[in-house]
């Protein structure tokens, strides 16, 4: 996953990014910004800095730790409730917690006065909770004074809210942070929720392994909530599947985006064309489109930066093309968009020894992230595309590992004495040095609906 480092951020052409998130509320999630854990805290709070300096409204909402939750287990006797899968929360661990809640909130507000960030840490008042049967010390919300919250974001401040709430008679009660972040996001009407995991995003199990997935909508993500594997067991379990409640509860609040995301990934997800973790939507947002000419420095720029990979001797991975050879392919070029936005293209016009056979060419995807869902997806709609346009078979040459995961899992790798194609893979090699074309690779990927 591509680590961008702040300061490189925040100027140049990623101004632009931050430019379209000008004056909009993002709600950050940290659930394991704990008392001692300074590194991860500075971090965090200098990705949040970044973007309070360039006029975006962040709330920061802390939660309790895995450790203590493991100790709440383990030694206190918390466990999930069967019905709602809400951990319920011993009541003689409810001063220890509104302890550390309190120590957590002054450890950040002291690391963020040490970087220069205006923070403000909001009392457990703001969030009312109410006693919800036969869960003890865990609480349910039952409102939220976004005013206030509101009040602190106008100041152009840092609003940090730690997990838990108080009762009518000021009784604090556990609400978990991902909980809490949800409720918050949708009452504020933020335009994104973070909720920052250890491993960085949602992996689903695969024939082969688990995969990451870059993004999902409501529909999707509820259908794989309700998948099972052979042995009838959910593919997705654990802690993972309160996230993801928490996730349709924010979305289905009106929250546009909600991201599974790393801590150290918070900057990359906005100025980034794929972003990182995954992407929660409403709706499916990911389309494959004809490219047009007014798209031609969207082309021009992607395949920029897909050149920018390059083999170990130096070589760009994809085939340099002049702008005015981009705007030639424009009628057989195909580009991924996502909100408007182009995160990825390829070319595919008749290869010149056969009409029938697309040459795929120019495959970019944003970050390099062809092996990525963004780049399945890219190829699986070209398929279609292509068929719908009489092609039988494509070709792709490649020399990345990246793409070549890719091609492979659509087609068979041709080999060098094929009589047919075995011309084409001995022209693509004689770009690369001599040493790394056996690198070189050529698929032959059958376009659906023929018998190529």
């Known amino acids: 996953m591509m680590m961008l480092s702040v300061s490189g951020i925040a100027s140049g052409a990623s101004s632009r990014y931050f430019a379209e998130w000008k004056g909009r509320t993002i709600v950050v999630c940290a659930d394991q910004l704990l008392t001692g854990a300074r590194k991860e805290q500075a971090a965090v709070l200098y990705d949040l800095r970044t973007l309070i300096q360039n006029d975006i409204r ?15 287990i383990r030694r206190g006797g918390a466990r999930r409730h069967p019905e709602t899968n809400k ?7 409810l001063p220890g917690l509104l302890e550390l809640r309190q120590e957590t909130g002054r450890q950040l507000l002291e690391v963020g006065k040490n970087i220069g960030l205006d923070c403000e840490l909001l009392p457990a008042d703001v969030v009312h909770c109410e006693y919800r049967v036969g869960h003890q010390g865990t609480g349910s919300i039952r409102d939220i004074l976004t005013e206030r919250i509101g009040q602190v974001l106008d100041r152009k401040r840092l609003a940090i809210i730690g997990f838990g709430g108080l009762t009518s008679d000021g009784v604090f009660l556990y609400v978990p942070a991902e909980t809490l972040a949800a409720e918050v996001a949708a009452n504020l009407y933020a335009q994104k929720l ?3 995991e250890p491993n960085g995003c949602l992996l689903a199990p695969t024939a082969t392994g688990r995969r990451r997935i870059s993004f999902l909508d409501l529909e999707q993500l509820l259908c794989l909530l309700q998948r ?7 593919v997705i379990g654990g802690q993972m599947v309160t996230t993801l409640h928490n996730a349709i509860r924010a979305v289905a609040g009106g929250v546009e985006q909600v991201h599974i ?13 794929t972003g990182a973790g995954t992407l929660i939507e409403r709706h499916q947002m990911h389309l ?11 082309i021009v720029q992607l395949h920029g930066e897909g050149m920018e990979a390059k083999s170990r001797q130096g070589t760009p991975y994809v085939l340099p093309l002049i702008e005015q050879q981009l705007a030639a392919l424009i009628p057989h070029t195909l580009l991924l968009k996502h909100r408007g936005v182009a995160v990825g293209k390829l070319h595919a016009p008749p290869l010149a020894d056969d ?3 697309a040459m795929i060419g120019g495959y970019c995807i944003g970050e390099n992230h062809q092996n990525w869902q963004h780049g399945r997806l890219l190829l699986a709609e070209a398929l279609e595309e292509l068929e719908d346009r009489g092609f039988k078979l494509a070709l792709a040459v490649t020399a990345s590992d990246r793409a070549r995961t890719v091609f492979s899992q659509l087609g068979h790798e041709v080999s060098e004495g094929d009589p047919r194609f075995g011309a084409v893979l001995e022209r693509s090699r004689q770009r690369y040095h001599e040493c790394e074309r056996a690198d070189v690779r050529l698929f032959a990927i059958p376009v659906p609906g023929s018998s190529a």
């Open 288 to 298: 494959v489109v004809p490219a047009k000419l007014e798209d031609l420095p969207d």
């Open 355 to 357: 009409p029938q056979v």
């Open 58 to 72: 962040v709330v920061l909402v802390y939660g309790e730790g895995a450790r203590m939750l493991k100790e709440m």
């Open 87 to 93: 951990l319920v929360a011993p009541d003689e661990w």
């Open 261 to 273: 995301l790393s801590a150290w990934h918070i900057i990359p997800e906005l100025v980034t064309r």
């Open 228 to 234: 099972t594997d052979k042995h009838g067991k959910h």
């Open 194 to 196: 973070m909720m920052l």
